[in-house]
Structures are given as C-alpha cells and as structure tokens.
C-alpha cells in the first residue's frame, strides 16, 4: 500500500535551519510528482513546492522563493525540502503527497505530516 | 497571483444537501480538485477533475463545474461529513496550483 512518511520538524529558533524528509513506499516513486503542502495553526492549506518526476522542473510559493530548497532521490525514494532562514510565519505543519504529471493538482496520496515551530 | 475564492462556512441539516461553491477566473479552463480535511488529519481528495469520484468516496460526493464556479455538493449529509473543504486548481499556465481559503461545513 502506498505510504508517504514525513520526518524532521521540530522546534528551530527564527533564522535556523532544518530540513524534512519524506520517505515513499508502495508505489513508483519516480513516476510521480511530488509536493510539500503546509498548514498554519487554524489556518488553510498552502503549496509550498513541488519537484517533477525527474527533478528537472521546480516550483516554489513567492513566500519561500529563495530559502527554501526541494530535492528527491529517487534511488533512496525520498523527497526533502531543505528550509533556511526560517521565519516565525513558516511555523506549520508539513504535508508531503504525490501526483502524476498529467495532473498536477491530483494530490492523491498524503503524509500524516510533520510539525515545524519556528519560535525564539 | 491567482485565487480561489470559498465561502468560510456553511451550515447544512443531517440528511440534507450542502453545496459548497469555489470560484476562480481560470476554472473555466483548469480542472478543479475537493479536499476534505477533518480535525487532526491529513487531506483526502473526494473529487477530481471537477466531477470523478476516487474508489471510497461515498456516491453522496459530487462535483460540478459552470464557468468559473465549481461546486462540491454532498447530498444526504452525515455527520461524519463534518469537516473543512478545500478547492485546488491550477493557475491559466498550468504552472503552479493554489487552494481555496477553504469551507467549515457544520451539520446540524
């Protein structure tokens, strides 16, 4: 069966660094595209990044253009998101979910989610 | 940049039928997408491509599309349909997609 595991979040002081993984099983995971989504406490949901099948194309929010990082392996079947100068705003938790490239908004499997709390 | 626009909330009687709605200038041309997230959970998708339903989704699920509104209606409402919704579309490029604000759908 298909499994998305994230891991990595924590507590980080603003400025800090950390970086997620997610961990696929139970399908190709090369096939697929895959995403991190976040979550705000009470808030709604946000497309952070999202890396292709191949890692050759990448998209990222205006609000982490520039200090945050997606990556894959697909050997290993493992997605990351490296995140720096974290921000207090960034605290949330993090989805990663995969799609097929035909249909990019077809997030038809999610992780459980991992919590990052930016805080001093 | 691009936006979905959802009503906050909607309220709905057991057994009647909610219709949650979700707008966007490029709906027209981009498929639309229904996440249901329930307290503590992660998100699942209840409809694809405006109007498919996933294998486990309940036949009450449906979805429909007229311009740039699209509509996620549940009929015959349960409680365990107590939730939020959210509505994912790509922007006219296709490039990047974006939520709605969501829908807290309360069953009385």
């Known amino acids: 069966q298909v499994q998305l595991v994230e891991s990595g979040g924590g507590l980080v002081k603003p400025g800090g660094s950390l970086r997620l993984s997610c961990a696929a099983s139970g399908f190709t995971f090369s096939d697929y595209y895959m995403s991190w989504i976040r979550q705000a406490p009470g808030k709604g949901l946000e497309w952070v990044s999202y890396?292709?099948?191949?890692?050759?194309?990448?998209y990222y929010a205006d609000s982490v253009k520039g200090r945050f990082t997606i990556s894959r392996d697909n050997a290993k079947n493992s997605l990351y998101l490296q995140m720096n100068s974290l921000r207090a705003e960034d605290t949330a938790v993090y989805y990663c979910?995969?799609?097929?490239?035909?249909?990019?908004?077809?997030?038809?499997?999610w992780g459980q989610g991992t919590l990052v709390t930016v805080s001093s | 940049s691009y936006e979905l626009t959802q009503p906050p909330s909607v309220s709905v009687s057991l057994g009647q039928m909610a219709r949650i709605t979700c707008s966007g200038e490029?709906?027209?041309?981009?498929?639309a997408y229904w996440y249901q997230q329930k307290p503590g959970q992660f998100p699942v998708l209840v409809i694809y491509k405006d109007s498919e339903r996933p294998s486990g989704i309940p036949e009450r699920f449906s979805g429909s599309s007229s311009g740039t509104i699209v509509t996620l209606t549940i009929s015959g409402v349960q409680a365990e349909d107590e939730a939020d919704y959210y509505c994912l579309s790509a922007d006219s490029s296709g490039t990047y997609g974006v939520f709605g604000g969501g829908t807290k759908l309360t069953v009385l």
């Open positions: 890396i292709s099948s191949s890692g050759s194309t990448i």
């Open positions: 979910a995969r799609s097929l490239a035909a249909a990019l908004c077809e997030l038809d499997y």
């Open positions: 490029a709906l027209p041309k981009k498929y």
